[in-house]
């Protein structure tokens, strides 16, 4: 019975790599992703005892910090069901470099990132 948790846990690990160089790949060959900054893309979902905190204590390390590089915050709903996207968006109209959008959003953004 071991032997089947380890075979299925390591198939599992081995997956999940793949899936993480998989995307990696497709980002720096098909997208136009090489903007000068960092776009930090964060994926959400039910989040919404946590997620203005969360997203405030980034912006106060992004604007008050040493943290120059990032150009957008940008998060990304994955179908929440409770108020995680509206309070997103209420803090994003405080926050200019703050944005939300769906994942699918969040994906078209990525591949049409320039130089610009």
């Known amino acids: 019975m071991e032997f089947i948790l380890n075979t299925i846990f390591w198939t599992l690990a081995l997956y999940g790599l793949y899936e993480i160089v998989k995307n990696i790949i497709y980002i720096n060959t098909y997208t136009k ?24 204590s980034i912006l106060f390390k992004i604007l008050y910090g040493r943290e120059e590089y990032f150009r957008n ?25 703050l944005k939300v959008l769906s994942w699918k959003e969040a994906r078209d953004l990525m591949d049409n990132i320039d130089e610009s």
């Open 73 to 97: 915050i940008v998060v990304a709903d994955l179908e929440s069901t409770d108020k995680t996207k509206e309070i997103s968006k209420k803090l994003s109209k405080e926050y200019e470099c």
């Open 33 to 56: 992703f090489k903007s000068k900054g960092i776009y930090l893309i964060i994926g959400v979902k039910n989040q919404e005892d946590t997620i203005e905190g969360f997203l405030r």
